[in-house]
């Protein structure tokens, strides 16, 4: 007898007790004797498996083993006795049919080679299962079959698992051996538990049930049945509280009252609400007596209801509530009982205004689920809830709310259920500058009027017309809605006034929608669109671009002789700040603030030629690490061992390749390695990483992680390259204190950077010491306030754009740009006005991948637009050109269109003339570029005005 089965004796009262428990000493009376079992296995060499085995099962372990290439197994005295347990199939035959026990247990075998085939190929599974059936005598089918279902509920097949139970119930009925009802009700229970019982075979179970000689004890069972199997996640069968009702009957008990304790028992749990509509709609009649009579359940499905996505059966509930009284709960008036003396609405109506707070909230949930672009219409009954509920929702208690009314709130409200509340005179509380109506389009011309005219809702309602930016025919369409006009015509008069007076891109996109947009019968309704859209020149948005400064004022002059040697259609940026690497298929040359550092001719694979590729270099102490990613095959090496191909696991190949793009704030540590992932590079390391976005303040380094979804900053230890735990200190420039209350920190925007050795400013703003930007977002309101490590600061209030990576300096200009995009691949770079947000002019980088990478005319003096960490090595090409451009007039600006629109040559020497002072050559290429665009747009203009005037043409 071991130690612990004495101590069990000792503290729980003899063999027992302990048998009770699990196990107790050999020969305890009532026990199966069991034997340890020790098995070997060639793969295993000395090493044995051992298990404990009761006597009558051992032959099936032995058999299952033997299979699998275990040898026949060394056996000693009983170590113990224990329970004999459930026996399930084919462990039942060895027990109950010892003259068919070698069919069965060669079946277990074949059984346990079939069940490795359920998961992946379901159906020659079935075909084996099936061939083995044919096998077996008759008694053995039903827990025959059960087995195989549970096979296929273990493997997730649970539609296969309920037609397996439905061929043992089919078994049963050929079987000469007695039905024990407590094991079938077991297995029953079993089934329904896993979700593997169809309707069917509830039903016969039901039917069983019924047959019973104890009815109380069989509406029992089915009730803990329904019960346990919704409270584990199933939701209930579509007939259940009918089946329910009549065993309840037969065992004398109140329908109505059992369907209340168990529609009690179950109203919280989430899968009720995933039951089909007709669990509801067809068992109304066993729902209402039982709903009436229990507050709880009033209560509960009131704001169950307002949880739940609205879906087409919205309508039936309302009308449930009502003949329920549950509305009466809202209000804590008449009571229940009120809905029952004449109609659910005098119940309603009765019902005094105490408690019409959560009258107002539970509505304002109930309303706002329609607010999404997906949701359906309001169902009319719903609609008349508002009526109902009005003298419940006093002006001075809570209003129904659509959305929480803050700016940052972009929440959608159903136009319909808006005016329902309106007209039956239910308070409304303010809607948010981000709110927005749908649902609006089925109004007459007389109730969109009267709802522009509603001073609160009005500008909700104009700021919802569709603006045009995609759907163009919508907007089109929507020109023949008379109430509608006013809207449309400042729609059409702000893009007018965008393209005379906004900067250059704004006139841009405002000359894009008006041609998408407007057709010739428009002009009918506004003679004045004719005038104001002739000698669209231009004139004003080119003058306020090229006095607010422009990308070709700044320049590196190293990066633009790297990129004057690219070769071919594509080329690259990499960083290693303070380093950029430029490259493109062939060269690779390295840079800093202070020049050229180091090149490179890289060796290109033999099969490159033949395919499209994405090559990389990266600067790392000295040497550029190559990589080289042809037709699924790596071969990467560094520079000063060329020879020396490597690749490395594809986990890590894409985590380089398949990262987001980042700003270019990847740093090189002290030892002038560079960082690959949040650890450094050794010398001839072969590794790959993520780029990321790094923070540094000079002496330590931080990296951005977003593996949980939240943005977080860990400091890294440079020794181990290990990252600190979250939550730890962040940089000082970053600390919580700067936060105020509901901001948090945007960090995939911000930066921190120590200054290079013998650079002394940026024009993205320095202290002497470092560069950075801060970027706070308030999740409230949705302003964003930017702080510059120089002091500069400002808020963007969240009406417009409120992206931002950089504030831009340019000579003589007295505010900077707010700088955003120029990221990624096909993402341009936008300058805008730090107060309004006005876009005045934007640039694509024309690298990785572009087929053209001819320089943007709004930068064409910039072949290579850097990362957005190193525009802080940029720097006035021509200090007196740029004072020249701060001080242009529009008639010089006027000349200089003339200029563009007569030859290249023209606009050339128009520059040369007209702005002597400017004297750098890609600073003259970019302001001939800028004059360009405009001049394009002017001739865009004049096009579209000419379509106009062809009234057959423009429509």
């Given at each position: 007898?071991?130690?612990?089965?004495?101590?069990?004796?000792?503290?729980?009262?003899?063999?027992?007790?302990?048998?009770?428990?699990?196990?107790?000493?050999?020969?305890?009376?009532?026990?199966?004797?069991?034997?340890?079992?020790?098995?070997?296995?060639?793969?295993?060499?000395?090493?044995?498996?051992?298990?404990?085995?009761?006597?009558?099962?051992?032959?099936?372990?032995?058999?299952?083993?033997?299979?699998?290439?275990?040898?026949a197994p060394d056996t000693g005295d009983p170590v113990a006795a224990g329970h004999l347990p459930e026996l399930r199939y084919p462990a039942w035959a060895l027990v109950h049919d010892l003259a068919h026990a070698e069919a069965a247990l060669t079946a277990g075998v074949e059984m346990a080679r079939a069940g490795r085939l359920v998961g992946p190929r379901p159906g020659p599974a079935l075909d084996d299962f099936q061939r083995i059936a044919a096998t077996l005598p008759l008694d053995h089918l039903p827990l025959f079959w059960e087995e195989v279902g549970r096979m296929?509920?273990?493997?997730?097949?649970?539609?296969?698992?309920?037609?397996?139970?439905?061929?043992?119930?089919?078994?049963?009925?050929?079987?000469?051996?007695?039905?024990?009802?407590?094991?079938?009700?077991?297995?029953?229970?079993?089934?329904?538990?896993?979700?593997?019982?169809?309707?069917?075979?509830?039903?016969?179970?039901?039917?069983?049930?019924?047959?019973?000689?104890?009815?109380?004890?069989?509406?029992?069972?089915?009730?803990?049945?329904?019960?346990?199997?919704?409270?584990?996640?199933?939701?209930?069968?579509?007939?259940?509280?009918?089946?329910?009702?009549?065993?309840?009957?037969?065992?004398?008990?109140?329908?109505?009252?059992?369907?209340?304790?168990?529609?009690?028992?179950?109203?919280?749990?989430?899968?009720?609400?995933?039951?089909?509509?007709?669990?509801?709609?067809?068992?109304?009649?066993?729902?209402?007596?039982?709903?009436?009579?229990?507050?709880?359940?009033?209560?509960?499905?009131?704001?169950?209801?307002?949880?739940?996505?609205?879906?087409?059966?919205?309508?039936?509930?309302?009308?449930?509530?009502?003949?329920?009284?549950?509305?009466?709960?809202?209000?804590?008036?008449?009571?229940?009982?009120?809905?029952?003396?004449?109609?659910?609405e005098a119940g309603v109506a009765g019902a005094g205004a105490e408690g019409g707070g959560a009258a107002g909230e539970w509505l304002s949930a109930l309303l706002c689920r329609y607010g999404d672009a997906s949701a359906p219409a309001v169902p009319a009954e719903l609609l008349r809830l508002p009526g109902l509920l009005a003298d419940r929702i006093p002006d001075d208690g809570a209003p129904v709310r659509f959305g929480s009314g803050a700016p940052g709130d972009y929440c959608g409200i159903d136009a319909v259920a808006l005016v329902s509340c309106l007209e039956a005179?239910?308070?409304?509380?303010?809607?948010?500058?981000?709110?927005?109506?749908?649902?609006?389009?089925?109004?007459?011309?007389?109730?969109?009027?009267?709802?522009?005219?509603?001073?609160?809702?009005?500008?909700?309602?104009?700021?919802?017309?569709?603006?045009?930016?995609?759907?163009?025919?919508?907007?089109?369409?929507?020109?023949?809605?008379?109430?509608?006009?006013?809207?449309?015509?400042?729609?059409?008069?702000?893009?007018?006034?965008?393209?005379?007076?906004?900067?250059?891109?704004?006139?841009?996109?405002?000359?894009?929608?008006?041609?998408?947009?407007?057709?010739?019968?428009?002009?009918?309704?506004?003679?004045?669109?004719?005038?104001?859209?002739?000698?669209?020149?231009?004139?004003?948005?080119?003058?306020?671009?090229?006095?607010?400064?422009?990308?070709?004022?700044?320049?590196?002059?190293?990066?633009?002789?790297?990129?004057?040697?690219?070769?071919?259609?594509?080329?690259?940026?990499?960083?290693?700040?303070?380093?950029?690497?430029?490259?493109?298929?062939?060269?690779?040359?390295?840079?800093?603030?202070?020049?050229?550092?180091?090149?490179?001719?890289?060796?290109?694979?033999?099969?490159?030629?033949?395919?499209?590729?994405?090559?990389?270099?990266?600067?790392?102490?000295?040497?550029?690490?190559?990589?080289?990613?042809?037709?699924?095959?790596?071969?990467?090496?560094?520079?000063?061992?060329?020879?020396?191909?490597?690749?490395?696991?594809?986990?890590?190949?894409?985590?380089?390749?398949?990262?987001?793009?980042?700003?270019?704030?990847?740093?090189?540590?002290?030892?002038?390695?560079?960082?690959?992932?949040?650890?450094?590079?050794?010398?001839?390391?072969?590794?790959?990483?993520?780029?990321?976005?790094?923070?540094?303040?000079?002496?330590?380094?931080?990296?951005?992680?977003?593996?949980?979804?939240?943005?977080?900053?860990?400091?890294?230890?440079?020794?181990?390259?290990?990252?600190?735990?979250?939550?730890?200190?962040?940089?000082?420039?970053?600390?919580?204190?700067?936060?105020?209350?509901?901001?948090?920190?945007?960090?995939?925007?911000?930066?921190?950077?120590?200054?290079?050795?013998?650079?002394?400013?940026?024009?993205?703003?320095?202290?002497?010491?470092?560069?950075?930007?801060?970027?706070?977002?308030?999740?409230?309101?949705?302003?964003?306030?930017?702080?510059?490590?120089?002091?500069?600061?400002?808020?963007?209030?969240?009406?417009?754009?409120?992206?931002?990576?950089?504030?831009?300096?340019?000579?003589?200009?007295?505010?900077?740009?707010?700088?955003?995009?120029?990221?990624?691949?096909?993402?341009?770079?936008?300058?805008?006005?730090?107060?309004?947000?006005?876009?005045?002019?934007?640039?694509?980088?024309?690298?990785?991948?572009?087929?053209?990478?001819?320089?943007?005319?709004?930068?064409?003096?910039?072949?290579?637009?850097?990362?957005?960490?190193?525009?802080?090595?940029?720097?006035?090409?021509?200090?007196?050109?740029?004072?020249?451009?701060?001080?242009?007039?529009?008639?010089?600006?006027?000349?200089?269109?003339?200029?563009?629109?007569?030859?290249?040559?023209?606009?050339?020497?128009?520059?040369?003339?007209?702005?002597?002072?400017?004297?750098?050559?890609?600073?003259?290429?970019?302001?001939?570029?800028?004059?360009?665009?405009?001049?394009?747009?002017?001739?865009?203009?004049?096009?579209?005005?000419?379509?106009?005037?062809?009234?057959?043409?423009?429509?």
């Amino acid at each position: 007898m071991t130690r612990d089965m004495r101590d069990v004796q000792r503290n729980d009262g003899g063999p027992a007790s302990a048998l009770a428990a699990g196990l107790a000493p050999p020969g305890t009376p009532g026990g199966e004797d069991v034997t340890a079992r020790r098995y070997g296995h060639p793969y295993l060499g000395a090493r044995p498996v051992v298990r404990l085995t009761a006597r009558p099962l051992a032959p099936i372990e032995d058999r299952l083993l033997a299979d699998l290439g275990y040898t026949a197994p060394d056996t000693g005295d009983p170590v113990a006795a224990g329970h004999l347990p459930e026996l399930r199939y084919p462990a039942w035959a060895l027990v109950h049919d010892l003259a068919h026990a070698e069919a069965a247990l060669t079946a277990g075998v074949e059984m346990a080679r079939a069940g490795r085939l359920v998961g992946p190929r379901p159906g020659p599974a079935l075909d084996d299962f099936q061939r083995i059936a044919a096998t077996l005598p008759l008694d053995h089918l039903p827990l025959f079959w059960e087995e195989v279902g549970r096979m296929f509920v273990a493997a997730g097949r649970d539609k296969q698992g309920a037609l397996m139970f439905g061929r043992a119930r089919a078994a049963d009925r050929h079987a000469t051996a007695g039905v024990d009802p407590a094991g079938r009700r077991a297995v029953f229970l079993e089934f329904a538990l896993a979700g593997a019982l169809s309707a069917k075979d509830i039903k016969a179970y039901v039917a069983e049930l019924a047959q019973g000689p104890d009815p109380l004890a069989a509406y029992r069972e089915l009730r803990d049945l329904a019960v346990r199997r919704t409270t584990g996640g199933l939701p209930p069968w579509p007939e259940m509280l009918k089946q329910l009702g009549k065993l309840a009957k037969s065992a004398g008990l109140d329908v109505a009252t059992e369907h209340r304790l168990v529609l009690e028992d179950l109203v919280d749990t989430p899968a009720l609400w995933r039951a089909a509509d007709t669990f509801w709609t067809a068992q109304r009649k066993l729902l209402v007596p039982a709903v009436t009579a229990s507050a709880v359940l009033r209560q509960r499905l009131l704001w169950r209801l307002a949880d739940v996505p609205p879906s087409d059966l919205d309508a039936w509930w309302c009308g449930l509530l009502v003949e329920t009284g549950a509305l009466d709960g809202l209000g804590g008036g008449a009571g229940a009982g009120a809905a029952g003396e004449g109609s659910a609405e005098a119940g309603v109506a009765g019902a005094g205004a105490e408690g019409g707070g959560a009258a107002g909230e539970w509505l304002s949930a109930l309303l706002c689920r329609y607010g999404d672009a997906s949701a359906p219409a309001v169902p009319a009954e719903l609609l008349r809830l508002p009526g109902l509920l009005a003298d419940r929702i006093p002006d001075d208690g809570a209003p129904v709310r659509f959305g929480s009314g803050a700016p940052g709130d972009y929440c959608g409200i159903d136009a319909v259920a808006l005016v329902s509340c309106l007209e039956a005179g239910v308070p409304v509380a303010d809607p948010g500058p981000g709110a927005a109506l749908r649902n609006w389009e089925g109004f007459d011309d007389a109730g969109l009027r009267a709802l522009l005219a509603d001073e609160r809702f009005g500008p909700v309602l104009a700021r919802s017309v569709p603006q045009g930016a995609y759907d163009h025919e919508e907007f089109r369409a929507l020109w023949g809605r008379q109430a509608l006009r006013p809207v449309l015509r400042e729609i059409v008069d702000g893009n007018v006034l965008r393209v005379r007076s906004g900067g250059l891109t704004a006139a841009g996109h405002a000359l894009r929608w008006l041609e998408d947009n407007l057709r010739s019968d428009m002009l009918t309704d506004r003679p004045d669109l004719a005038a104001r859209l002739t000698g669209l020149d231009l004139v004003t948005p080119l003058a306020r671009t090229l006095r607010a400064g422009i990308l070709d004022e700044l320049g590196w002059a190293a990066l633009d002789e790297a990129a004057a040697e690219m070769k071919g259609g594509r080329f690259w940026c990499r960083a290693s700040w303070p380093v950029l690497t430029v490259h493109d298929r062939g060269k690779a040359v390295a840079i800093d603030p202070g020049g050229r550092i180091a090149e490179h001719r890289m060796r290109v694979p033999s099969e490159a030629s033949r395919f499209d590729h994405t090559p990389r270099a990266y600067f790392s102490d000295g040497q550029f690490l190559v990589l080289h990613y042809v037709n699924g095959r790596q071969s990467h090496y560094w520079s000063d061992a060329p020879d020396e191909l490597f690749d490395v696991r594809p986990g890590l190949w894409e985590s380089l390749h398949h990262e987001p793009a980042r700003p270019g704030y990847t740093f090189m540590a002290p030892s002038g390695r560079r960082f690959m992932g949040h650890r450094v590079l050794d010398p001839h390391e072969e590794r790959v990483g993520p780029n990321g976005h790094m923070f540094h303040d000079g002496g330590d380094f931080w990296w951005l992680t977003e593996d949980a979804g939240e943005p977080q900053v860990r400091r890294i230890d440079l020794t181990t390259g290990d990252l600190a735990a979250p939550g730890a200190a962040l940089p000082d420039f970053f600390d919580p204190s700067h936060l105020g209350e509901h901001e948090r920190w945007n960090f995939t925007s911000s930066s921190l950077a120590p200054l290079p050795y013998g650079v002394k400013e940026s024009p993205l703003g320095s202290d002497g010491v470092r560069v950075g930007l801060r970027i706070a977002q308030d999740e409230v309101t949705g302003q964003v306030r930017y702080y510059r490590v120089d002091g500069v600061h400002g808020v963007l209030d969240g009406s417009g754009s409120t992206a931002v990576w950089g504030l831009l300096d340019l000579p003589g200009t007295d505010r900077p740009l707010v700088l955003s995009g120029g990221v990624g691949r096909y993402d341009p770079v936008v300058a805008r006005d730090a107060k309004t947000g006005e876009p005045y002019w934007h640039a694509e980088l024309k690298n990785d991948g572009w087929t053209s990478t001819e320089p943007d005319a709004m930068a064409a003096g910039t072949r290579l637009i850097p990362p957005p960490a190193f525009w802080h090595f940029l720097a006035p090409r021509d200090p007196a050109g740029s004072a020249a451009l701060r001080r242009l007039t529009e008639d010089a600006v006027r000349d200089l269109l003339a200029a563009a629109a007569t030859s290249e040559e023209s606009l050339r020497t128009a520059v040369g003339k007209l702005l002597p002072d400017v004297g750098h050559p890609l600073l003259a290429r970019g302001v001939a570029g800028c004059v360009q665009a405009a001049a394009d747009l002017a001739a865009r203009g004049e096009r579209l005005l000419t379509r106009l005037s062809r009234p057959a043409q423009g429509v």
